[in-house]
């Protein structure tokens, strides 16, 4: 029923020729050409020139094909309706001019791949695994990464480098910022509006006379999570230091997966408990009652960790059923032993002019008491999400790929 | 070690005696009297004057005690530090004049809890399963609840009522305001302000000449959930019509629980299928590009579904293993089959004036085709998070035990 597969042609012609429009504004390198095809009905097997093989099915391309009847040329967006076509079955399937597949259906319809687009969205095991890259761990030792205020305000390059470096690490160091008020948000906006809350969009972290928050004590702060009263709480904060000559007031920051790790590995069913019991998170003040209830560890359906929700002024009742309510105090106090242990924590001093960065999901943070009469320490935060980080890293992409 | 629990006085007197100060400004009405204790060492039994009982640890009174050195008196966070505190142990219990509990610790420390506080907090099974209430499903025959416009902006009782009616149903219509714009806003504020997006903070819903979303046409729209591609979709959706004088364009309204529930009894495995193969949702222009991968069908670690992501348009790559890609297409197109069935659906007509909102996770919202030439059709739209209605809806509670 398959029409026999061509070869890729290799003259000057065919890598001059066009590449398929894949209504997609990514760039998608050509990390291997496509060499061979092995077609069926129901799915082609594409062989590469570095010895990998990926299998496309009928349906998965007949879904993603990206002419202008299936996608929207405007909107770029899927307006083909799977289910109002007969089952895609492939008549055809060969190697275009210029190395890309062309594939046509048994109801008429020709679509065009580009080969590049074609092995980033390959779904066999190797590409998968390639692709789902679990969280850095650190410990007390790591360095964190710093890039200069100047690199990352300039161009996208250097935008790119600290992008990058926060979402491997879960924590960054913007450095040599002229150390005053309004840089903070100068160089979040390099990625997009903070997100508000209910401590707005712009928070000031200094000791108040009335505080409606312990940050805004000079309390030492064990670390924490912020905002896990929330159902998503924000996915980044940032914190530039302006001022910081009190004595005390050291930063401290854990890597939440790396204790939540220790704790699975030592006392399963302590870390069982925690990511089972519902607990409620609250803040409230004169102007809202925000809780939220869920577990201290976040588990998905894998069972890998997804958040941990450890913050204990905003954590309210345990809501344990009876029996295992001494139980679960017990498994707390382990995974809070965990966090204050001082090998799994880093204690950098925010210098004025030095903005950090952080994922509230996977990097809790605190810092030392302090002594407000002895000097003063003042930040400006806020608040960021990650669907605005990775878009801005790809934007980044797409600019690097037109140069 | 324990003292003899005493009698809840019942005189004048003690009805009048003040109750105690639990740092928390929710109201806790005083559901059932305490009339008796039963202590050890490592808990108290309260028995209620309705013959229930609820068991309190020692640990978790010791963990909740709102004085004002376990609370911060300002912020009224939490203070206490468990983890410095030797293993709490109960001194004593009694029933305070008026008929709330008094509990003295062996470390001297003596907490008072309301009694209405304590049994609205309450972990007994009981108590437990009266908080656990699921989501309300509904289908064709639902009729959606309404709220004049005059009473949802006047005081707290309709603003109370239109947010209750939300939460239960998952859907409310605002009838009756001026249809113009900016009454949106002035509705939704009531409330909190809207959350912000990539298609900014207010969006108007029209045939644009240049759309970046299928909404921008006047495409029909099969029922979806907005914003799949981000990874916290935003909680409810408000849809404000100016006008809507075109002959199609009725709205359509599927309760996803119902639709998802159908599927896991009608198609276990497609279901599974779907709550398992994660899929890319994106959305690209100009200025993003926005992705998260998730299953469809996103469920908790009780099997219980959280959220739907459907959206054709803004579904991408399906990531299924090799072996199991043709199985996820068969079980999306049930899913979708049956989304598609009338049964399901409402198709009310929005009426200029009239508002609806829905809540995005539980509700998918769609529309008919309209001929975009044979008159107009106009609305204005925001988002908002579910932490923000609740915590709304229980300043009006205070409110209404001010009064």
Redesign the interface.
Known sequence: MIAPASQAGSSLQARNAPRPDMA???PYPLVSRLVGLEATD?AVKALWDDHRES?F?A??LR??CACATCR?P??????F???DAEQPSLRAATILPGGHLEATFADGHTSSFDAGWLRA?A???WA?AE?DQPPVEWAADMEIPRFPFAEVMMGSEGLARWLKGLLETGIAIVTEAPAESGRLFEIVNRVQ?PK?TNFGTLFEVFSKP?????A??S?GL?PHADLVN???PP?FQALFCIENSTGGGRSIFVNAMTVTEALRLQDPEAFTLL??VPVEFR??????????LA?VVE?D?QGRIRRLRFN????N??????ES??AW?RA??KL??LI?DRRYQLRPRLAPGEMVIFDNVRVLHGREAYDANAGRRNLEGCYL????V??CL??TD?EAAAL
Chains 1, 2 share one sequence.
């Open positions: 997609d504004p990514a129901d299998q099915h349906v998965w879904d993603n929207h405007a909107t770029q967006e899927r307006t309706l799977l289910l969205k779904y066999d095991a998968l692709r509006n508000e009335k505080p409606n928050s312990s805004y004590t309390l064990e929330w159902a998503c996915d990511s089972e803040f409230q003040d004169e102007t809202c009652d925000l809780r939220h577990p588990l359906r204990n002024w905003l954590r009742q345990t809501c344990a059923p009876v309510m001494a105090y707390y106090a809070w032993s204050r999400d990650r669907d605005w990775t878009s790809r934007l797409r």
